[in-house]
């Protein structure tokens, strides 16, 4: 099983940024992908998540109205768009998968399997 972030950078305030999570190694369709943050000295948050069995989404308060999660199950990527981001954004972004829906929405221990994230810097 493999996860692979990909489109961080340096953005400006109000901004957008799309991150692809590329995977492999399971059946796409049967698990949902997450996206999660994660500033240093602060616990890993979930901010949006996808099933790859029938598109139910859902957000976070921060994410949702900013950003949307799709999923594009011929090329086996979950695409977090974020448009008018801010400062508090900044963080390391990481996605994660679990077989069919996670048993709690939005939760770290609810995902099994973990790319190694993708830095996402607001600047003012």
């Known amino acids: 099983v493999q996860l692979v972030e990909s489109g961080g950078g340096l953005v400006q305030a109000g901004g957008s940024l799309t991150l692809s999570c590329a995977v492999s190694g399971f059946p796409f369709d049967d698990f949902a992908i997450g996206w999660f943050r994660q500033v240093p000295g602060r616990e890993r948050e979930g901010i949006a998540e996808?099933?790859?069995?029938?598109?139910?989404?859902n957000y976070a308060d921060s994410a949702r109205g900013r950003f949307t999660i799709s999923s594009d199950s011929f090329k086996n990527t979950v695409t977090l768009q974020m448009n008018d981001l801010k400062s508090e954004d900044t963080a390391v972004y990481y996605c994660?998968?679990?077989?069919?829906?996670?048993?709690?929405?939005?939760?770290?221990?609810?995902?099994?399997?973990w790319g190694q994230g993708t830095q996402v810097t607001v600047s003012l």
């Open positions: 994660a998968a679990e077989y069919g829906w996670p048993a709690h929405p939005l939760s770290v221990d609810s995902y099994d399997y």
């Open positions: 996808i099933s790859n069995r029938d598109g139910t989404t």
